[in-house]
């Protein structure tokens, strides 16, 4: 079962910007930490950026200063405006929720599907 639905990837050039939306498709109980996940072929999935339960942002080290995540105003929608991006961001991107707060750790219990990013130089 589809849990989450990504959107708003595609194809840029190096320096160029994405902005990813995610929506909850099924009801999803209670306050979630929401994060998006990234993985590239023959890459273990990696945490991006993620809102934890209480507003929080979280990011990876590899992606601050460039990434900006945010929570939409419906409850269960996640954002992700990309800036600068390089040919090493490209990936698969995956929204995820959860109740427990996990920011950057794949253990989430709901998933999307993802959105490719491709970045080329």
């Known amino acids: 079962q589809v849990h989450l639905v990504e959107s708003g990837g595609g194809s840029v050039q190096f320096g160029g910007s994405l902005n990813l939306s995610c929506v909850a498709a099924?009801?999803?109980?209670?306050?979630?930490?929401m994060g998006w996940f990234r993985q590239a072929p023959g890459k273990e999935r990696e945490g991006v950026a993620a809102i934890d339960k209480d507003g929080r942002p979280w990011y990876a080290d590899a992606v601050k200063g460039r990434f900006t995540v945010s929570s939409g105003s419906a409850k269960n929608v996640l954002y992700l405006q990309m800036n600068s991006l390089t040919p090493e961001d490209t990936a698969m991107y995956y929204c995820?929720?959860?109740?427990?707060?996990?920011?950057?750790?794949?253990?989430?219990?709901?998933w999307g599907q993802g959105t490719q990013v491709t970045v080329s130089s």
């Open positions: 099924v009801y999803l109980p209670g306050r979630n930490c």
């Open positions: 995820a929720a959860d109740r427990r707060s996990l920011p950057l750790t794949p253990d989430y219990k709901y």
